[in-house]
């Protein structure tokens, strides 16, 4: 069977940046299960196992714009210490945030007398993505799965 819409998937995988440093990977973990067609995974990394089967290897290298997205330094601001409500604030922290495009995580950089300077970009943003991906398997999902948009069961949600 092969990896088409509305099929939920499990594969293994590492990523690696250019250095060839691991980022992530599954390995001696359960696969990611997730379900095909439904954005639950970056858009090159379903482009590139899209007509893959069970036992399927491949390496895929995924740009930003297919990724995590290009850096955009206007998602790097700088706030008022105040405005974090007077809690302690220390570099690394994040926060949720909004904005017109709705809520998202901001990472803060650094802490300066009363301003803290916070970037919303994801951590990866900018960063060509190396994965090495094993299909450990495919299957039809369910007519709930699809109205959820979502893997359920093993591997996935459980409501």
């Given at each position: 069977m092969q990896i088409t819409n509305e099929k939920v998937v499990a594969i293994h995988y590492t990523l690696t940046n250019?250095?060839?440093?691991?980022l992530d990977s599954s390995e001696g973990r359960e696969p990611l299960y997730y379900l095909h067609g439904f954005s639950n995974l970056i858009p090159g990394m379903e482009e590139g196992v899209e007509g893959k089967m069970k036992g399927d290897k491949c390496e895929l290298k995924i740009s930003p714009e297919k990724g995590y997205g290009v850096r955009d330094e206007n998602m790097v601001q700088q706030i008022p210490l105040e405005a974090f409500g007077g809690g302690e604030v220390k570099p690394g922290m994040q926060f949720h945030a909004g904005g017109n495009g709705g809520s998202f995580v901001v990472t803060v950089m650094e802490v300066a007398d009363d301003v803290v300077t916070v970037d919303g970009n994801h951590a990866l943003a900018g960063v060509e993505l190396n994965f090495k991906v094993e299909i450990v398997e495919v299957r039809d999902a369910t007519a709930d799965e699809i109205t959820?948009?979502?893997?359920?069961?093993p591997g996935g949600h459980h409501h």
């Amino acid at each position: 069977m092969q990896i088409t819409n509305e099929k939920v998937v499990a594969i293994h995988y590492t990523l690696t940046n250019n250095d060839g440093t691991v980022l992530d990977s599954s390995e001696g973990r359960e696969p990611l299960y997730y379900l095909h067609g439904f954005s639950n995974l970056i858009p090159g990394m379903e482009e590139g196992v899209e007509g893959k089967m069970k036992g399927d290897k491949c390496e895929l290298k995924i740009s930003p714009e297919k990724g995590y997205g290009v850096r955009d330094e206007n998602m790097v601001q700088q706030i008022p210490l105040e405005a974090f409500g007077g809690g302690e604030v220390k570099p690394g922290m994040q926060f949720h945030a909004g904005g017109n495009g709705g809520s998202f995580v901001v990472t803060v950089m650094e802490v300066a007398d009363d301003v803290v300077t916070v970037d919303g970009n994801h951590a990866l943003a900018g960063v060509e993505l190396n994965f090495k991906v094993e299909i450990v398997e495919v299957r039809d999902a369910t007519a709930d799965e699809i109205t959820h948009g979502h893997v359920h069961g093993p591997g996935g949600h459980h409501h």
